[in-house]
């Protein structure tokens, strides 16, 4: 069961190399199970073809159809129970809902592990 | 007839209209003056050099029917067929209007109406003011400041991009370390990273230039500091009081980097018994030219000496470095209940009187 959020699975999309690797190395490191994608698109593919995702951690800003924060609306509205943390070098988006998690870049490992740990241990 | 002769008054009435056009072509403003049914019966020499039009073709003629009806402008209809009658006056109407001789213009109009003794009917100034290259230059100057806002915007989201890899780098590099103190460094210099973000950051909400507010800016900053370095686990409390007062953006930097720095220090050393309710208060009084920066914590109190018990010591060299750069003193208190460091710039140090 989903209870201990080490065996989660989490779709880390951000266009920045060296970024993607930085938070998959994280939450890999925390125990999650990581899928890396370099745009909205790639990451809707393992959306489609994994049903068990669980945690959406996702850049604003992308190159490619659909931003960051598109992706987000359409990852909530399609599977709604997928907990959904952003992070940007921008301020917040202000239609963001209150209910999708944001960090200013650089983000505090710790804080983006501590919210992804309680959004995990919710579902299940 | 009142004891004036015919011709004396004839004189004096020549006179009086020589004294007019002399004014209309005195101002450099195109002016027209016009009788009630809007024809003109004067033109300023600046109407004629500006609209490119000769005397010949003006005077007399009906305003709408000027060249060719370049001045039948509803905007200007409205203007002198309903606010003049109404209102008498009319100042900074603009109309823009595509000109056949001269192209597009924005036109600024000052228009009045004159009224004569015995009501022998009315005459309308008008005024007209081109001012298409002093829109143009403000509608240019506005687009200037758009660009430098989003510039700067890039800018920021750069630099806060640049700042992540960096972050993420470090952190990647401590995750495969085999040596544990290497890893704590590591990790300390990923913290470091962090909290200069955040103090940038702030630094940036409150206005890139000019004076900064201290209070509101340390609040932003130790929310920031509070959501990053505390967590929700730890029962730690981070609260800004003081008078607060207003400082540099340089100066403003300093003092946030030494908040940073000693918030993270007094997290990580002050609170042994994670069950006791921790507090850590940042304060920042200002008077005339003198403040004082103070950071408390209710914690375990003096250990060994310095304020900061890191092992690399980094801690109490970048404090020191920083409040010598503000020409403040540091100085730290430490006892049972807890440890209080404060910066403190004083201009005037208090002297020793002494009786004579």
């Known amino acids: 069961m989903t209870d201990i959020p080490a065996n989660a699975l989490i779709v880390v999309v951000e266009d920045d190399v060296f970024e993607r690797m930085g938070a998959s190395s994280m939450f890999l490191d925390a125990g999650y199970r990581v899928l890396e994608a370099g745009d909205a698109d790639e990451a809707l593919r393992f959306f489609d073809t994994n049903a068990d995702i669980s945690l959406l951690f996702t850049d604003v800003s992308m190159p490619g159809s659909m931003s960051g924060s598109d992706l987000a609306r359409h990852v909530a509205e399609r599977w709604p129970r997928v907990g959904i943390i952003m992070a940007s070098g921008r301020p917040r988006p202000h239609k963001l809902p209150l209910s999708m998690l944001f960090h200013d870049k650089p983000y505090a490992p710790a804080a983006v592990l501590r919210q992804a740990r309680e959004m995990t241990s919710q579902l299940g | 007839m009142h004891g004036t002769s015919f ?54 003629k009906l305003l709408y029917a000027l060249g060719d009806g370049q001045w039948d402008i509803p905007k200007l209809r409205v203007l002198l067929e309903k606010i003049i009658p109404e209102q008498g006056v009319m100042e900074g109407y603009e109309v823009e209007h595509e000109f056949p001789g001269i192209g597009s213009r924005t036109i600024c109009l000052n228009a009045r109406q004159v009224f004569y003794e015995g009501g022998a009917g009315t005459t309308i100034l008008l005024g007209m003011e081109d001012v ?28 806060a991009n640049s700042l992540q890899i960096i972050a993420s780098i470090i952190l990647m590099k401590a995750r495969a370390v085999q040596s544990k103190e290497t890893r704590f460094h590591l990790e300390d210099a990923h913290k470091r990273v962090l909290s200069i973000a955040a103090v940038q950051k702030q630094l940036h909400a409150s206005g890139a230039t000019g004076a900064i507010e201290i209070t509101p800016y340390l609040s932003k900053l130790c929310e920031s500091l509070a959501h990053s370095m505390i967590g929700d686990t730890r029962p ?40 006791a309710k921790g507090q850590i208060i940042v304060a920042y009084d200002m008077i005339g030219t003198n403040w004082k920066l103070s950071i408390s914590d209710n914690g375990i109190g003096k250990r060994d000496g310095g304020f900061a018990q890191g092992k690399s010591g980094l801690g109490t060299g970048i404090v020191k470095a920083l409040a010598h750069q503000l020409d403040a003193q540091v100085e730290t208190l430490a006892g049972p209940g807890g440890t209080t460091v404060s910066i403190t710039h004083a201009t005037f140090p208090t002297k020793v009187v002494q009786a004579a």
């Open chain 2, 7 to 60: 011709r004396e008054q004839f004189t004096a009435v020549a006179d009086a209209w020589t004294l007019a056009q002399g004014i209309v072509d005195t101002v450099r403003e195109p002016v027209l003056v016009l009788d009630k049914n809007l024809r003109v019966i004067a033109a300023s020499r600046s109407f004629y050099s500006a609209f490119k039009v000769n005397p010949e073709d003006t005077n007399g």
């Open chain 2, 132 to 159: 298409t290259e002093r829109r143009i230059l403000e509608r240019e100057k506005d687009e200037l400041l758009r660009q430098k806002d989003t510039l700067l915007e890039e800018l920021q989201h750069r630099i």
């Open chain 2, 236 to 275: 730690i409390s981070l609260k800004v009081l003081g008078e607060g007062g207003s400082a540099t953006s340089r100066q403003a930097e300093s003092l946030g980097l030494i908040v940073t720095e000693l918030v993270m220090n007094a997290l990580k050393h002050a609170f042994r018994n994670d069950k």
